[in-house]
């Protein structure tokens, strides 16, 4: 029942901040996708020089 309150509390919390401040919400999310491809990069460079 916890989990659930906390869900739905984060949610609206995303909701309200999207809602009330889109240009720093939408350079948030392209920070995070940037990090994650990041993070794909330098795995696929780490599994290349285990092939070498």
Do not use: C, H, W
């Amino acid at each position: 029942m916890l989990k659930k309150v906390i869900a739905l509390l984060v949610v609206g919390f995303v909701i309200y901040y999207l809602l009330n401040t889109p240009a720093s919400a939408a350079d948030a999310v392209s920070d995070a996708f940037g990090a994650i491809m990041d993070a794909f990069r330098q795995f696929g460079i780490f599994f290349n020089e285990l092939v070498e």
